[in-house]
């Protein structure tokens, strides 16, 4: 039996608000991997619907990209690029989610104060135990 992960405090409201909204959603993913994830509270992750919409994100996405809450929730988050993320990367995060597959790969993305930065992003679709998708789990960490 694996051991329960500990998580900041900083974590922990926001793996708690998490936990709710994939109970409401009857979302079926590997909760210890987001757990284990939010260990390091540098760490973004973020909820988008099936629009792309942001649903969730978390303080690491704060931290990261300087944007508040209120500033980012119903955004689509191709706001955070620019004029040198590359199209193809766009291109390809376009297609993976079109055709309901995780992306893996790094993205030139832009703070609020303008500062570029390299990022790591994993996406997940998530289903429902009746497998049909309803949203998309990104998980971020700069280079």
Known sequence: MP????????SQPDFQQLMRLAHQ?????????VA???????????????????QFVNQGFVTMTGYERGEVLGRRPDF??????????????????????PFDGSLLNYRKNGDPYWCNIQITPLFTVDKELTHFMAFEWEN
């Open 3 to 10: 051991r329960p992960v500990r998580l900041p405090v900083v």
């Open 80 to 101: 955070l690029q620019g004029t040198d993320t590359s199209s193809d990367t766009r291109r390809e995060v376009q297609n993976s989610l079109r055709e309901q597959q």
């Open 36 to 54: 284990v994830f939010l260990r390091n509270p540098k760490h973004a992750l973020l909820v988008t619907d099936l629009r792309e919409q942001i």
């Open 25 to 33: 959603q009857q979302w079926l993913f590997d909760y210890r991997r």
